[in-house]
């Protein structure tokens, strides 16, 4: 037995980790943030594909029979080659899933117009995963994608509640309502969004709804390890988290901190 594992480029998937402790506080997980290689978002497929595959590695190696990758790029990117080429060579017992699948199953529960706006990193965008992840359940749905690249620096540097940040979460909003004005679904595909919540509700007209990751994304896991007593029972029920970092400790510590709600104490990982 082992810990489930949780990766994310940098900080955005303690946002989601956070939520699945909150839904599956039994078990026991391991984080790790690949700070010295991120921001992920604007890197090419190949070059996404290699860095997730040696972190994926990296948690099979601490003895994770399970790895979450809590990470819209890295699941856009790199989830379907690694399911698909490396789990049956490398590791067939062992399972990663994504962040993309399960929040485009349920996405359709949120719309009435059918009509779904999305915000994401540059590199989530271009894939194009989740307008063909939601056509297979929801065909009927009409999505409108928008690229933010500077609001996860924002959120990085601590400059997410200032006005400064104003300026870049009304005209991305703006950008993407002008596409359809019937757009009445706004979500967050990128894991660090939800810390721009305040904004968003600012500059967002009422009646949308905006939906973040990491409630959905827990969900999902429950009723997966659910569905699946064979992966449940070699994920160590031991509850406790540590949490890992290829860069300096000290700046995971204090950005983390941010997303995190409290104090975090990060292990170097050296691959």
């Given amino acids: 037995m082992g810990p489930i594992g949780v990766f994310d480029s940098g900080y955005g998937g303690l946002t989601v980790l956070k939520e699945i402790v909150r839904e599956l506080p039994q078990y026991s997980y391991l984080y790790l943030g690949d700070n010295a290689r991120a921001p992920y978002g604007s890197r090419s497929f190949e070059t996404v594909y290699q860095y997730t595959l040696q972190c994926v590695e990296w948690f099979f190696s601490q003895g994770c029979p399970l790895v979450i990758l809590a990470c819209n790029t890295a699941s856009a990117k790199a989830l379907r080659n690694i399911q698909q080429k490396d789990l049956p060579r490398i590791a067939p017992e062992k399972r990663v899933l994504g962040v993309i699948r399960p929040t485009a199953e349920v996405i359709g529960q949120y719309t009435h117009t059918n009509k779904v706006g999305i915000v994401g990193t540059s590199g989530t965008v271009q894939s194009q995963s989740y307008p063909l992840e939601i056509a297979k359940s929801y065909p009927k749905i009409q999505v409108y994608q928008e690229a933010c690249p500077m609001w996860v620096p924002l959120i990085e540097n601590n400059e997410y509640n200032n006005p400064g940040a104003d300026y870049f979460v009304q005209h991305h909003i703006q950008h993407l309502l002008e596409q359809d004005k019937e757009i009445d679904t706004l979500l967050l ?21 905006i939906v ?6 827990a969900k999902s896991l429950a009723d997966y390890l659910h569905r699946h007593p064979e992966m449940a029972a070699n994920c160590l029920q031991d509850p406790g988290i540590r949490f890992y970092t290829t860069d300096s400790t000290k700046d995971f ?6 997303f995190w709600g409290s104090n975090v104490q990060s292990i170097h990982a050296a691959f």
Avoid: N, R
């Avoid at 973040?212 to 994304?217: C, F, L, P, R």
């Avoid at 510590?253 to 941010?258: F, H, L, R």
């Fill in 212 to 217: 973040s990751q990491g409630e959905i994304v």
């Fill in 253 to 258: 510590d204090s950005k983390a901190a941010i």
């Fill in 189 to 209: 595909a990128c894991t660090h969004y939800p810390l721009l919540m305040e904004k968003l509700k600012q500059f967002t007209p009422k009646g949308i709804t």
